[in-house]
């Protein structure tokens, strides 16, 4: 089986698979309440938070574009240093907000200080973040963040994205004060895709009581109404619950902090040995993605005949650069079920492409 270090979808263990090919439930039914009621408690715990989880049957976009219409009637801050975050930015625009970008050079993370100025200037009724900027391999500093956002301007909402972080990075969502927080299935999670989950505070769902179009499948007054029944107001996607209440027990089993460790070390030894093989990271060396190693490509590899070399030898391929970044970079994800001995042996392959 190809191994995929790639940031999403990502390699799913087979008895996740196989998690998913119990018969299905009619969606209203006891049975399927039992399970959908477990997932979602599950999370609450992956997500450090007291409040609901909502299980969306859309990608993590679908969350961002949940969390524009529903906090935001008019005024918007996103905080923009990559192609992912920039796309939350693209959602506010397109549902008709004022949104305005604190813009970061990609590479670089949004700092205390920047937000800390862009709040003086205007009141914002919500600021978003992306923890981890998949493009960019650039983790944000978001305990500090949050924290600049409750002294400057504390009504403000805090919207954070951690589609390729959260179950691979640890992050309290109610120690740091954040009121929206996403995240979907097919990265570090190590499901399939399609399913995404969104922590929710309880002011949330007062300011969405006050806000006018909200739109339907995205209401959070509907989500909640059905969350309360255990249920969603749409058709879920069964087979995913069924796996996302299987593989909770798995990451649980492992252990947060050893699971939170293991991506860290993993990371770390990308970075390592990029540098030891004459090649530089592309996000500044303080904010460091723990689950995307973004590398610039300066030794000028060529990134589709290094993957269709991995792919034939080794079973394996990475992501080059996204968008621009494209040959200019490769990405190495090291997220959901893969270990250091198999991120040793990817790099064993490129160092024998290299040597060719």
């Not at 529903?70 to 506010?92: H, I, P, Q, T």
């Not at 299935?185 to 300011?207: E, F, I, T």
């Not at 299987?246 to 030894?269: K, T, V």
């Not at 996204?322 to 001995?341: C, H, N, Q, V």
Request: aromatic share 8%.
């Amino acid at each position: 089986m190809a191994h995929m270090f790639v940031p999403g979808p990502v390699d799913v263990a087979p008895e996740v698979l196989q998690a998913m090919a119990k018969p299905m439930l009619p969606h209203r039914s006891k049975e399927y309440e039992a399970i959908h009621r477990s997932a979602a408690e599950k999370a609450q715990k992956l997500f450090y938070t007291q409040y609901r989880v909502y299980l969306g049957t859309h990608s993590g976009s679908g969350m961002q574009e949940t969390g524009i219409r529903n906090l935001v009637e008019k005024d918007v801050l996103c905080c923009v240093n990559g192609a992912f975050s920039k796309r939350w930015y693209d959602v506010a625009v397109s549902n008709g907000k004022n949104a305005d970008k604190l813009e970061v050079e990609w590479g670089k993370a949004p700092m205390p200080d920047d937000l800390r100025t862009a709040l003086k200037k205007k009141h914002y009724e919500a600021v978003t973040i992306v923890h981890n900027e998949t493009s960019t391999g650039v983790e944000a500093p978001l305990k500090d963040l949050c924290a600049v956002v409750r002294e400057v301007s504390p009504e403000t909402f805090i919207l954070v994205d951690a589609v390729s972080s959260l179950a691979g990075s640890k992050i309290e969502m109610d120690a740091w004060d954040i009121d929206f927080l996403l995240t979907s299935s097919q990265k570090c999670l190590a499901l399939p895709p399609g399913l995404s989950l969104a922590g929710v505070n309880d002011r949330c769902l007062q300011k969405a009581e006050k806000v006018a179009n909200r739109g339907w499948y995205f209401d959070l007054l509907l989500l909640e109404k059905h969350r309360l029944k255990d249920s969603t107001g749409m058709t879920p996607v069964i087979p995913l619950i069924y796996a996302l209440d299987f593989q909770l027990d798995r990451i649980f089993a492992e252990g947060l902090d050893a699971r939170f460790a293991r991506h860290a070390a993993m990371s770390q030894r990308v970075y390592d040995w990029a540098r030891a093989h004459g090649m530089s990271t592309y996000a500044d060396a303080a904010c460091l993605s723990k689950t995307v190693a973004t590398i610039n490509n300066d030794r000028n590899l060529s990134i589709p005949d290094l993957n269709k070399f991995l792919m034939e030898k080794y079973q394996m391929r990475i992501s080059n650069g996204y968008g621009d970044l494209k040959d200019k970079t490769f990405r190495i994800a090291t997220m959901g079920e893969t270990t250091l001995k198999d991120v040793d042996t990817l790099l064993a392959g490129m160092e024998a492409f290299m040597a060719k």
